[in-house]
Nanobody
Framework: QVQLIESGGGLVQAGGSLRLSCTASGRSFESFGSNGLGWFRQASGKEREFVAAIGGTWSGGVTKYADFVKGRFTVSRDNAKEIMYLQMNSVNPDDTGVYYC??????????????????WGQGTQVTVVS
């Protein structure tokens, strides 16, 4: 019903910056601003892990971050454009992986567990070189 598409991944030098985008496609969300959104990443040989999340208007756009990105990454959203962003600053090689965006149809807050999300993008590769 609803599809999400990530973009903005690529090769970046350690210490540099990158901005990922997540856009809705196909059938539009009934109310994009009422959906909790999140970013996850999966490094080679590892399980998918939570990166950041942002709540809808009801939550006041509350955000949550994994400890390993706090202070470096910033999640934001533009509800009118149905886009979520992940601004990645001061990246390091450990940030390398496939980044996925996700949306929840049941939770409006900044939830952070895989089961709480219903829609997922295909992922975009981020590679950080030293």
């Amino acid at each position: 019903q609803v599809q999400l598409i990530e973009s903005g991944g690529g090769l970046v030098q350690a210490g540099g910056s990158l901005r990922l985008s997540c856009t809705a496609s196909g059938r539009s969300f009934e109310s994009f601003g009422s959906n909790g959104l999140g970013w996850f990443r999966q490094a080679s040989g590892k399980e998918r892990e939570f990166v950041a999340a942002i709540g809808g208007t009801w939550s006041g756009g509350v955000t949550k971050y994994a400890d390993f990105v706090k202070g470096r990454f910033t999640v934001s959203r533009d509800n009118a454009k149905e886009i979520m962003y992940l601004q990645m600053n001061s990246v390091n090689p450990d940030d390398t992986g496939v980044y996925y965006c996700a949306a929840s149809e049941q939770f409006e807050g900044a939830v952070q567990r895989v089961w709480q999300f219903n829609y997922w993008g295909q992922g975009t590769q981020v590679t950080v070189v030293s």
